[in-house]
Each structure stands twice: as C-alpha cells, then as structure tokens.
T-cell receptor, first 114, second 111 residues
Framework: GPKVLQIPSHQIIDMGQMVTLNCDPV?????FYWYKQILGQQMEFLVN????????KSKLFKDQFSVERPDGSYFTLKIQPTALEDSAVYFC????????????FGPGTRLTVL | EQQVQQSPASLVLQEAENAELQCSFS?????VQWFYQRPGGRLVSLLY???GTKQSGRLTSTTVIKERRSSLHISSSQITDSGTYLC?????????????FGIGTRVLVRP
C-alpha cells in the first residue's frame, strides 16, 4: 500500500537544541498530520496541515512547535527549543482530501532529549 | 473519560487460537482504523473500516456505527501476531481529520 517515510528513525539531542523531524508523505496526499506517543502511553494527535496552513492543533502542540511543507518537499515538525518532555515517538501521517479519509502512517521518529 | 475504549486490556493466546478485540467509542463517527504496533513501536495499518465487515488475510473487522463499536477478529493466531492492537477514529466535527486512539489491547501469542 501507500507508504509514508520518516527521517531520521532515531534522534538524540540535548535539551534546548532545535530539532527537525522529516516526513515524506504519500505523493498525491494533501492532508498531513503529526501524532505523538510517549513511551508506554497513548498515541495523541498534535496537528493537521492542509494547503500550507495548520487547520487544527491540540494542547500538546506547544508554541515551540512549528510545521511546514515548503515547495511540496518534506512535511516537517520543528521543535525549538526542545524540552525533556518532548522525548517521544513522533508519527507522521497523510491522507487524501475529504472528511473521514483513511490516514496512512509512517514508522515514526524516536526523539530522545537529554 | 476515555473517548475510545478498548477491551480486553491484554490477552494471552496459544498459537492457532482465535481472538476477538473490541473497541467502543463515545460518539458517532464514520472513520475507524485498526493498527498494530510492534514492541519496538513501529505502527502498521491493518484495516480501515468505517462500517460493515472488512477482511484482510487472517484479520476481520466489523464496525457497527449505530452501536458505536468495532471489533477485530484474529484467526489462527501466530507468534508474530504478538504486539499491541490499537483502534482509532475521528470523533470531531471539524474539517480537518483528527484521529483519537484507544490505549490498545496487548496481545501475547505463546507457542
């Protein structure tokens, strides 16, 4: 089936540094998402993105977070500065337009903030 | 309160046994997806089943929207089926889709 890729698979950084997580969505998809899963806990929605704009974000999407997809390249999640509580696995997803469209998920990026 | 509830929380099977996992949700939706998460965390999409019955290999999902529930049936379980099974659905009325996940059912298949 359609594949979403995420780069890198693991990232270790020091608290306070900036990190960018990259997502290569399914080629004809127009909706993009980030979800966060702290180890051993529930997967939670962070943000969705369409037509160059954030459509909805959750309380977890702090001011230090930003998303963009410049010129149809990677869909990115940037955290600046990072905090210890940002350690988690971040999953990217994409979907076709349309209400209740199936979302296709990437394998996740494990972020460790020291 | 959990908007998406999964049961059982965990399940131990003997290889080749069948299993039924349940998911119930707090409001009506038209978007139900089932996922498998490997012990290392990698997420695998299993079935997109907003209504009715859908099958993929040894997996069968049945969603009854008016009863706000979905089930996942695993037949002839294998050791490699061990992991966590998550159901997720869109419970919002907003234009952008947003999945709410259950906590999952942890499955262990023993030889």
């Amino acid at each position: 089936g359609p594949k979403v890729l995420q780069i890198p698979s693991h990232q270790i950084i020091d608290m306070g540094q900036m990190v960018t997580l990259n997502c290569d969505p399914v080629s004809n998809h127009l909706y993009f998402y980030w979800y966060k899963q702290i180890l051993g806990q529930q997967m939670e929605f962070l943000v969705n993105f369409y037509n160059g704009k954030v459509m909805e974000k959750s309380k977890l999407f702090k001011d230090q977070f930003s998303v963009e997809r410049p010129d149809g390249s990677y869909f990115t999640l940037k955290i600046q500065p990072t905090a210890l509580e940002d350690s988690a696995v971040y999953f990217c997803a994409s979907s076709l337009p349309g209400r209740y469209a199936e979302q296709f998920f990437g394998p996740g990026t494990r972020l460790t903030v020291l | 309160e959990q908007q998406v509830q999964q049961s059982p929380a965990s399940l131990v099977l003997q290889e080749a046994e069948n299993a039924e996992l349940q998911c119930s949700f707090s409001i009506f939706t038209n978007q139900v997806q089932w996922f498998y998460q490997r012990p290392g965390g990698r997420l695998v999409s299993l079935l997109y089943n907003p209504s009715g019955t859908k099958q993929s290999g040894r997996l069968t999902s049945t969603t009854v929207i008016k009863e706000r529930r979905s089930s996942l049936h695993i037949s002839s379980s294998q050791i490699t089926d061990s992991g966590t099974y998550l159901c997720a659905m869109d419970l919002t009325n907003s234009a952008g889709n947003k999945l709410t996940f259950g906590i999952g059912t942890r499955v262990l298949v023993r030889p």
